[in-house]
């Protein structure tokens, strides 16, 4: 007797099955007519109401008429066979569900770096986990251009060149961090240096962070469903110290004099930019600041093939610094490395075969912005955006993960790489990581 009550509220609990819709055709007009009328359901008074409760669920209920002149009836056992008993029905089919013809992104095969097995960061196995909604990627870099990889992805970003010359958008800070094109004159940018289009490195970066996913376009990033923080601080011939200070404290929601504050603090903080020498004390402050307000700081190691610890950001206490490996899953021979690593990431060969790097969303415009497409780019640049759309995903999952629980999670699920010269704990592995944090190891 005692099992009787937890059975009845479980059966009360359970919903009522969900009726079923068919679309009936008529021979004729009069036919329709008469269905129609006959299973048209009573005006809903009390007795109507406490006479539905009894009404056979056999019986069609009529919903609607459609454009060719068929009727769309529900069923509630889901049982067609009720209409052969109509008198002129013709047809019967189900009024079943469409759905969109949802393409892969087509340049997805190209990105080994995702789900190359030996190679790639097992992308799919975190994406069952979560695509990234809820966190945000701020990627101070060169700006941002319009493209459809990352048109809707943004929250307002900032943009902090201060030098109005450098800017090429005719003043200081402004709150619009369009990439103005980074092209270079002979000789501007230093006295042996060759003229250079525009690069577009910050949206390379970006698409490998966030790039849509499902719209039949290009490629996909590593947190497609992520929203990006463009902030611009590199522009002609580099970006100051002084303006990547600022942008670090504003994106990790600190206070910057005469800039409005950020709607919302970056979980993941991109840097794929550095300067040779020491962390500076000012540097490091920003850097401290940002993880102590829950930032995780990510910098490319560099592409000197010299030791990490020779530059800066990557070499600053408490930043994820990202090698870069190649398609083999080794070491990829511009990398810095050594002790300065804390881990890497798939960054391209930079050899003949493009398609051994990763492609991304740039524009086509060799100055300023023109249309945009996809390219190949190699380096450390393109492996930190892995390893900071990874900390989104984790971020996604678990937005309580500390900074140092983040680090730690990335370092201990990382697969072992070839790297003679040090490469930190290894390859990137996304799924294995967001395996941890689901399960939530220590
Ligand atoms: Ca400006
Ligand atoms: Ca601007
Ligand atoms: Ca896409």
Same mark, same amino acid.
């Given at each position: ?113 995702l789900h190359?097995a030996?190679?790639g960061i097992d992308a799919n196995v975190a994406w069952a986990r ?92 590593v ?22 200070? =600022? !942008? /670090? +404290?504003? *994106? ?6 005469? %800039?409005? &504050? #950020?709607?919302?603090?970056?979980? @993941? ?15 490091? =402050? !920003? /850097? +401290?600041? *940002? ?6 700081? %990510?910098? &490319? #190691?560099?592409?000197?093939?010299? @030791? ?20 083999? *899953? ?8 050594? &002790?300065?690593?804390?881990l890497?990431a ?31 780019? &190699? ?7 892995l390893v900071?759309?990874t900390?989104?995903l984790m971020?996604?999952l ?8 983040v680090?730690r999670h990335l370092v201990d699920n990382a697969r072992p790489a ?7 704990a290894g390859l990137l592995d996304a799924g294995a990581t967001l395996d941890a944090v689901a399960q939530?190891r220590?």
């Open positions: 007797m005692r099992y009787l009550v937890p059975c009845f509220l479980l059966l009360a609990a359970m919903p009522a099955p969900a009726a079923t819709r068919f679309i009936v055709r008529f021979a004729d007009q009069a036919s329709a007519e008469a269905a129609r009328v006959a299973s048209t359901p009573p005006a809903p008074s009390a007795r109507a109401r406490r006479a539905a409760r009894l009404v056979d669920p056999g019986q069609p209920r009529h919903v609607a008429t459609l454009a060719t002149g068929a009727q769309l009836f529900d069923v509630d056992d889901g049982n067609p066979a009720h209409f052969v008993r109509l008198p002129g029905v013709v047809s019967v089919e189900e009024d079943r569900m469409a759905r969109p013809f949802a393409l892969p992104d087509p340049l997805y095969p190209r990105q080994w770096s190359d030996r190679a979560t695509r990234g909604a809820g966190a945000l990627v701020a990627v101070l870099d060169s700006g941002i251009t319009a493209h459809p990889e990352l048109d809707g992805q943004q929250v307002p970003g900032y943009d902090f060149v201060s030098d109005a010359d450098r800017a090429r958008d005719g003043d200081g800070r402004d709150a619009d961090p369009r990439d103005e094109g980074d092209w270079e004159d002979p000789g501007e940018c230093g006295r042996r240096r060759a003229a250079a289009p525009s690069t577009w490195h910050g949206t390379h970066v970006a698409g490998l962070a966030v790039a849509r996913r499902g719209n039949q376009l290009g490629i996909v990033g947190a497609p469903e992520a929203k990006l923080m463009p902030v611009r601080v590199l522009a002609a011939c580099g970006g100051r110290l002084s303006d990547i200070i =600022d !942008a /670090i +404290a504003w *994106a990790s929601g600190g206070h910057v004099p005469g %800039v409005p &504050a #950020a709607s919302r603090r970056a979980d @993941a903080i991109n840097l794929s930019l550095g300067l040779e020498g020491a962390c500076g004390a000012a540097l490091g =402050d !920003a /850097i +401290a600041q *940002a993880r102590a307000r829950g930032s995780v700081v %990510v910098a &490319a #190691a560099g592409n000197e093939s010299v @030791a990490a610890t020779t530059f800066a950001p990557g070499n600053c206490p408490g930043v994820v610094a990202v090698g870069a490996l190649d398609r083999r *899953a080794g070491q990829a021979w511009y990398s810095n490395h050594g &002790a300065g690593v804390t890497a798939p960054g391209g060969a930079l050899a003949r075969q493009r398609i051994d790097d990763l492609i991304s969303a740039v524009d086509q415009g060799s100055r300023t912005p023109w249309r945009s497409v996809f390219r190949y780019m &190699a380096g450390t640049s393109m492996a930190a955006p900071s759309g900390v989104a971020r996604s678990d937005p309580d993960l500390g900074v140092d629980e680090a070839r790297c003679p010269k040090g490469c930190g939530g220590p």
